[in-house]
């Protein structure tokens, strides 16, 4: 019972309101499942929800918005002309852009995503993509907002047309607040004045999700398997590949060899020429096109040896890593960012670009050497544990994200 006399506790001070959770707008021209398009979907579902909340906008329908349906992620579709989404990197979309109909149509789109930032009350927007960049920069300009442009692509000669690349550069100056560069190959292509306005952050894997074991050497017949995993497309080298298959299989004779992944769009008919070339190379009976696969990584797994066979440097090198983390033995060509990854002869081998000459002789050294092999691979999947996770990654883009909006909220400059 309380006295007449009893002294009333003070009132509590109520503290500084809780900080309203941020929404991050993601940005994606395709739906197409790509390596960026994985990366993104790895970094929205590991998001820490109780300070960021995500939105995805894409700008086609595919496997990449059921996936991220499947996860609970609010997506959104704002379809934009085929034309524009369907352009190879090497336009952007540019020769599209310069007919009237579709300047108009772009201009639409950049009026109405703007409108959606300021509806949804989007503190972020992060753009996943070259095109999206574009769009989404000039939206998030527009809304008052700011933007990360998440680079994937190597902004250089040897990638884009010069034109293409010059242009790209140029805008980077504008349009983003902060630019992301999934490799210092990547970022070292855009050429900045001020290489602090772009951070590198690679693009992690879960590691926990991918088995790990000796490369599985002792089928019942004794066939080794050498694999490539990629799109189909000339700049991926599978071409090579095949001409180091007719090399390997000279000395290796139950080596079978698997190309697993799917062209897009224009690169169809590359897919006829690799088809073409291993018949007139002989090995045609040995060579599976597995085409677009939903268990890539099991079938990754069962590999002796990983090869990567890209001509022109990789921005990144995604597939390597999920090999590497598999403790899979890789055989690399050496640029872009791969070599970022792989360390020769530590964590994997690295080869000339279009050697295929080097490329055979590597790939059968691992199968000559099962020791060395098995080194390599416990080596790579060690590298990966130590550089490359989920987790590193959104902790890294988490901390940009905090930096950015702590600014803005101070009203300082980006």
């Not at 017949?221 to 095949?242: E, M, N, P, S, Y």
């Not at 987790?391 to 930096?403: E, G, H, I, P, W």
Request: with cysteine; aromatic share 4%.
């Amino acid at each position: 019972m309380t006295s007449a006399f009893s002294i009333a506790a003070p009132p509590i001070a109520a503290g500084p309101p809780a900080p309203r959770t941020q929404r991050i707008l993601f940005v994606d021209h395709t739906a197409a499942m790509g390596g960026g398009e994985l990366a993104l979907l790895e970094l929205v579902r590991r998001l820490d929800r109780s300070r960021y909340q995500p939105l995805v906008v894409l700008f086609s329908h595919g496997a990449l918005e059921h996936r991220l349906r499947q996860a609970g992620i609010d997506t959104r579709v704002m379809p934009l002309d085929d034309r524009v989404v369907r352009a190879k990197k090497n336009s952007l979309g540019i020769a599209s852009l310069l007919r009237p109909d579709d300047v108009a149509a772009v201009l639409r789109h950049v009026l109405r995503l703007a409108r959606l930032i300021r509806r949804q009350r989007i503190d972020l927007v992060h753009a996943n993509s070259l095109k999206a960049d574009l769009i989404a920069g000039a939206a998030a300009r527009l809304a008052g907002v700011p933007v990360i442009w998440h680079v994937r692509d190597r902004i250089a000669d040897d990638y884009l047309p010069p034109r293409v690349a010059r242009a790209f550069r140029i805008l980077c100056r504008v349009l983003p607040t902060r630019l992301v560069a999934n490799s210092h190959a990547t970022r070292r292509s855009l050429r900045l004045a001020r290489p602090d306005r772009c951070a590198v952050v690679y693009s992690g894997i879960d590691p926990g999700c991918l088995s790990a074991g000796p490369p599985p050497r002792t089928t019942a017949d004794g066939t080794f398997r050498v694999g490539l995993v990629g799109r189909l497309a000339r700049w991926k080298g599978q071409h090579i590949f095949l001409r180091a298959a007719a090399q390997i299989a000279q000395r290796f004779p139950q080596c079978r060899f698997q190309i697993i992944g799917a062209a897009l769009f224009d690169d169809r008919d590359y897919e006829a020429e690799l088809r073409r070339l291993a018949a007139s190379l002989g090995i045609a009976d040995r060579v599976e096109f597995l085409g677009h696969r939903n268990d890539v990584l099991c079938l990754m797994a069962q590999l002796d040896v990983l090869v990567h066979a890209s001509i022109t440097g990789e921005p990144f090198g995604q597939v390597v890593v999920q090999g590497m983390a598999q403790g899979r033995p890789v055989v690399a060509t050496d640029g872009g960012g791969v070599r970022e990854i792989v360390r020769h002869g530590v964590s994997g081998l690295l080869v000339p670009m279009g050697d295929a000459d080097a490329m055979a002789h590597a790939v059968c050294r691992l199968l000559a050497d099962p020791a060395l092999a098995a080194t390599l691979g416990r080596a790579a999947r060690a590298c990966v544990l130590e550089r490359f996770t989920i987790d590193r990654t959104v902790a890294q883009v988490q901390a940009l994200y905090a930096a950015l909006l702590r600014r803005r909220r101070r009203g300082q400059p980006p």
